[in-house]
């Protein structure tokens, strides 16, 4: 069965203090991992795909890697704007090109100054 | 801008009660798709359209009907809603094959 879990659920952490955020999946013939980031009473807002094994994207204080089982988003001396909870999901096996995707359950994160 | 329009953002009906949420998206995307949002389940596939005219079952369709009325516009309808029902439901687009969905700002729905 398709399945994407994140952990921690929640991460409390303090202005300037890095910390990763990680996404574990279990799907065969991945087709991409994608992260979001959900701000409260919001929609997600796509931030990055990942599509093979030893890939990374950047963003400002963020850096998603991906493993063939996992993926991690690396927060670097975050600051307080930076605080929301973070989605990943991949496209489920028998989802052919509709593009329907399986999202976890996400991480909250809390940054504090 | 562009991008995915849902209303209304907040909703409240009694046990029973019909109503219908919409969504427009101004991007040209082919699919689009209705999800829910619930505390410690995470954003749950309701129903998907991968292109006007066609639309199939999610991962929690019952309770639910849809209607791609064009290319713009996919609707939600709830035909007698339950409290089981109280949730955040988003509307995203996409183009075929690309995951990279544009999300709504969201309807918030309680059913009391």
């Known amino acids: 069965e398709d399945q994407v879990t994140q952990s921690p659920e929640a991460l409390r952490l303090q202005e300037g203090e890095s910390s990763s955020l990680n996404c574990s999946y279990t799907?065969?013939?991945?087709?991409?991992l994608f992260w979001y980031r959900q701000d409260p009473g919001k929609g997600p807002e796509f931030l990055f795909t990942?599509?093979?094994a030893g890939e990374e994207k950047e963003k400002e204080r963020l850096k998603a890697t991906l493993t063939k089982k996992e993926s991690f988003l690396h927060i670097t001396a975050p600051k307080p704007e930076d605080s929301a909870t973070y989605l990943c999901?991949?496209?489920?096996?028998?989802?052919?090109?509709?593009?329907?995707?399986?999202f976890g359950q996400g991480t909250t994160l809390q940054v504090k100054p | 801008n562009a991008g995915v329009t849902q209303t209304p953002k907040f909703q409240v009906l009694k046990t029973g009660q019909s109503m219908t949420l919409q969504c427009a998206q101004d991007?040209?995307?082919?699919?689009m798709y209705w999800y829910r949002q619930d505390p410690g389940m995470g954003l749950r596939l309701i129903y998907y359209?991968?292109?006007?005219?066609?639309?199939d079952k999610g991962e929690v369709p019952n309770g639910y009907n849809v209607s791609r009325l064009n290319k713009r516009e996919f609707s939600l309808r709830l035909e007698s809603a339950a409290p089981s029902q109280t949730s955040v439901y988003f509307c995203?687009?996409?183009?075929?094959?690309?995951?990279?969905?544009?999300f709504g700002s969201g309807t918030r729905l309680t059913v009391v």
């Open positions: 995203a687009s996409s183009d075929p094959g690309y995951y990279g969905y544009t």
């Open positions: 799907v065969s013939g991945l087709r991409g």
């Open positions: 990942l599509y093979s």
């Open positions: 999901a991949v496209p489920g096996a028998n989802s052919s090109n509709t593009g329907k995707l399986i």
């Open positions: 991007m040209n995307h082919n699919s």
């Open positions: 359209s991968a292109s006007e005219g066609t639309t």
